[in-house]
């Protein structure tokens, strides 16, 4: 199983950017996609969560109207639309793959697949 995540880089504060993480290797569509971002020196934190068919998101409070996930089953992506970037949305972001299709899940200890995380830095 692979996760690429692409499109981190650098902006400016009330900017925007696009991640999209790319999947192979799994049954995309069996899988609910995550989205979880770790700046330096904390731990790894929910950012959102898509379910497995689109029909359903959920977002952390902190970026709950400025982020939005979506997903594309038959070309195995997930997107995270960044918009109103604040100097504490800097991180490295991760996307990750979790298999239980029951309900979704914003601890990061119940995604069995995780990309290898693109950094996000946005200036003051």
């Known amino acids: 199983v692979q996760l690429q995540a692409s499109g981190g880089g650098l902006v400016q504060a009330g900017g925007s950017l696009r991640l999209s993480c790319a999947a ?22 929910f950012v959102g969560v898509v379910n497995w068919s689109g029909s359903a998101t ?3 409070d ?14 195995s992506t997930v997107d995270l639309q960044m918009n ?8 490295v972001y991760y996307c990750a793959a979790d ?11 119940k995604y069995d697949y995780w990309g290898q995380g693109t950094l996000v830095t946005v200036s003051s």
């Open 24 to 45: 192979s290797g799994l049954t995309f569509s069996s899988y609910n996609m995550g989205w979880f971002r770790q700046a330096p020196g904390k731990e790894r934190e």
């Open 58 to 60: 959920y977002s952390a």
């Open 62 to 75: 902190s970026v709950k109207g400025r982020f939005t996930i979506s997903r594309d089953n038959a070309k």
């Open 84 to 91: 109103s970037l604040k100097p504490e949305d800097t991180a």
């Open 99 to 109: 298999r239980d299709r029951r309900r979704t899940y914003n601890s990061p200890y």
